[in-house]
């Protein structure tokens, strides 16, 4: 089922469009520059939409500048006080986050819907297993999917009391059979675009696991629009993990995707610090290209022939082979060179 789309500034989130890479600022969003430099860095790095914290006004003055430089769309994050979203709306913010049911009496969620709905600025509706509202929770008993997808429904129902409907919902977890429930069913029960992530995910190796297992898994049943992983660590490293997660699943096949085998007692040569060399030096190759590193012949040019280029080990050799064909042995120092040769070649040809 397609979802419904809604454009994040110039970036269409849902209906069939790419998956839309986010990540969100550590800066402190009052120092614009500071925040601005990240954004670069995050921008520079692949990611489409970039949110900011906006905990007071002076951050939501901050917006202003931000907004108005950043090379990416901005969304604000939004906390309980409904005075912020609306001071981010005119700061030129380019989606909310918020939960309506967390900013007071209607009145406010009307307010906050009216200025967006002017603007055609989207709020995404942020749910995660701790916020999930007093009675809901009594209800289930924990905060189980159904909890998280009753939440996030009921702070639809409030936008849509005001007419407003440029909505994109998360329901995350930082559990992630939990996470991935709660989308399953969210995904069942209505066509909003859905933004994935695991939340709380753990560091840069634990949670790029959590993340690629919750959010990979969905994207591989066709369920989500946008992406976020969630990483104790430099947020640029956010973009690296969620764009390995996208090749993962066939998603993203820009750039040079490396298969590799685990090697065994076969290997005869340095299989793992070749496999690694390789990887290094195809980083940020402009080709769409498989090239395989396979540790002896028995895991070579057969079981990798869908391989544009590949190698395969021997005794202290190695051999070349492209779509299953062998080429030449070589011996294993100049394995990687002979190799980048052959990949520059192919590109070559590519045009």
């Given at each position: 089922?397609?979802t419904?789309q809604?454009f994040?500034?110039?970036?269409?989130v849902?209906?069939?469009?790419?998956?839309a890479?986010?990540?969100?600022?550590?800066?402190?969003?009052?120092?614009?520059?500071?925040t601005?430099?990240?954004i670069?860095?995050?921008?520079?790095?692949?990611?489409h939409?970039?949110?900011?914290?906006?905990p007071?006004?002076?951050a939501?003055?901050?917006?202003?500048?931000?907004?108005?430089?950043?090379?990416i769309?901005?969304?604000?994050?939004?906390?309980?006080?409904?005075?912020?979203?609306?001071?981010?709306?005119?700061?030129?913010?380019?989606?909310?986050r918020?939960?309506p049911?967390?900013?007071?009496?209607?009145?406010?969620?009307?307010?906050?819907?009216?200025?967006?709905?002017?603007?055609h600025?989207?709020?995404r509706i942020?749910?995660?297993?701790?916020?999930?509202?007093?009675?809901?929770?009594?209800?289930?008993?924990s905060p189980?999917?159904?909890?998280?997808?009753?939440?996030?429904?009921?702070?639809?129902?409030?936008?849509n009391k005001?007419?407003?409907?440029?909505?994109c919902?998360?329901?995350?977890?930082?559990?992630?059979p939990?996470?991935?429930?709660?989308?399953?069913l969210?995904?069942?029960?209505?066509?909003?675009p859905?933004?994935?992530?695991?939340?709380e995910?753990?560091?840069e190796?634990?949670?790029?696991?959590?993340?690629?297992?919750?959010?990979?898994?969905?994207?591989?049943?066709?369920?989500?629009?946008?992406?976020?992983?969630?990483?104790?660590?430099?947020?640029?490293?956010e973009?690296?993990?969620?764009?390995?997660?996208?090749?993962?699943?066939?998603?993203?096949?820009?750039?040079?995707?490396?298969?590799?085998?685990p090697?065994?007692g076969?290997?005869?040569?340095?299989?793992i610090g070749?496999?690694?060399?390789?990887?290094?030096r195809v980083?940020?190759?402009?080709?769409?290209?498989?090239?395989?590193?396979?540790?002896?012949v028995?895991?070579?040019?057969?079981?990798?022939?869908?391989?544009?280029?590949g190698?395969?080990?021997?005794?202290?050799?190695?051999?070349i082979f492209?779509?299953?064909?062998?080429?030449?042995k070589v011996?294993?120092?100049?394995?990687?060179?002979?190799l980048?040769?052959?990949i520059?070649?192919?590109?070559?040809?590519?045009?």
């Amino acid at each position: 089922m397609k979802t419904k789309q809604i454009f994040v500034g110039n970036v269409p989130v849902g209906g069939g469009a790419p998956i839309a890479v986010q990540s969100m600022t550590n800066t402190d969003t009052r120092d614009a520059q500071a925040t601005l430099a990240q954004i670069e860095r995050l921008a520079s790095a692949g990611c489409h939409i970039v949110r900011c914290t906006v905990p007071d006004m002076a951050a939501a003055e901050a917006m202003k500048t931000i907004c108005a430089h950043s090379p990416i769309p901005v969304v604000a994050d939004i906390h309980f006080d409904y005075r912020l979203a609306l001071a981010s709306a005119e700061a030129g913010v380019s989606a909310i986050r918020i939960n309506p049911g967390n900013i007071g009496a209607e009145e406010r969620v009307k307010a906050v819907a009216e200025a967006c709905r002017a603007k055609h600025i989207p709020i995404r509706i942020g749910v995660n297993s701790g916020s999930i509202e007093k009675h809901i929770l009594e209800k289930y008993g924990s905060p189980t999917p159904e909890a998280m997808v009753e939440s996030a429904l009921y702070h639809v129902s409030l936008l849509n009391k005001y007419d407003f409907d440029d909505i994109c919902i998360s329901l995350k977890s930082s559990s992630v059979p939990t996470t991935m429930r709660a989308y399953q069913l969210m995904h069942e029960k209505t066509n909003y675009p859905l933004h994935l992530g695991v939340t709380e995910a753990g560091t840069e190796y634990m949670g790029t696991i959590k993340s690629a297992a919750g959010i990979g898994g969905l994207l591989a049943l066709g369920i989500g629009d946008t992406i976020r992983v969630s990483l104790t660590a430099d947020p640029v490293h956010e973009i690296t993990a969620a764009y390995a997660i996208l090749k993962a699943v066939g998603l993203n096949d820009t750039g040079v995707n490396i298969v590799s085998c685990p090697t065994c007692g076969r290997t005869k040569i340095d299989l793992i610090g070749i496999a690694n060399e390789v990887e290094r030096r195809v980083a940020g190759l402009d080709a769409k290209l498989k090239v395989a590193v396979m540790g002896c012949v028995v895991n070579g040019p057969g079981e990798a022939r869908e391989a544009d280029i590949g190698i395969a080990g021997g005794d202290g050799v190695g051999m070349i082979f492209r779509h299953g064909e062998i080429l030449r042995k070589v011996p294993q120092e100049q394995l990687v060179d002979e190799l980048m040769k052959e990949i520059h070649a192919i590109i070559k040809e590519q045009g």
